[in-house]
């Protein structure tokens, strides 16, 4: 699981990369840097918080139900995120994206 996450992790950023405007890159790769740290800190409290609260009797000792029903939470996430990367844009070819427009050549007015 952790070199699925570092892979997707990386292929992300170059989806992000490719799918934006080259003028807006920066605030692309910054959103998503700062929802995946958002979203895995809500997410693994979360989790720890639904675990906790299902215990065996006085005994203190975690319950089945808890990491069943934090699975399912889990789940209905990825559900979530999936239908969210179905609306990411298709990619624009390199030469079609848009960008900045061409500054003129100062330093050759200058010289000749």
Same mark, same amino acid.
């Given at each position: ?44 409290? *979360?989790? +720890?918080?639904? /675990? !906790? @609260?299902?215990?065996?009797? =006085?005994?203190?000792?975690? #319950?089945?139900?808890? &990491?069943?029903?934090?699975?399912? *939470?889990? +789940?209905?996430? /990825? !559900? @979530?995120?999936?239908?969210? =990367?179905?609306?990411?844009? #298709?990619?624009?070819? &390199? ?11 100062? @330093? ?5």
């Amino acid at each position: 699981m952790g070199v699925g996450i570092g892979l997707a992790f990386a292929a992300m950023a170059n989806l992000i990369v490719e799918a934006v405007d080259r003028t807006k890159t920066l605030v692309a790769t910054a959103m998503n840097t700062i929802m995946r740290t958002i979203g895995g800190s809500l997410g693994g409290q *979360i989790t +720890a918080s639904v /675990v !906790a @609260a299902h215990t065996v009797g =006085a005994s203190g000792a975690l #319950a089945e139900t808890g &990491f069943t029903i934090a699975f399912v *939470i889990s +789940a209905i996430g /990825v !559900a @979530a995120a999936f239908c969210a =990367a179905l609306a990411i844009p #298709a990619r624009l070819p &390199f030469a079609a994206r848009p960008g900045p427009a061409p500054q003129p050549n100062m @330093a050759a007015d200058v010289q000749g």
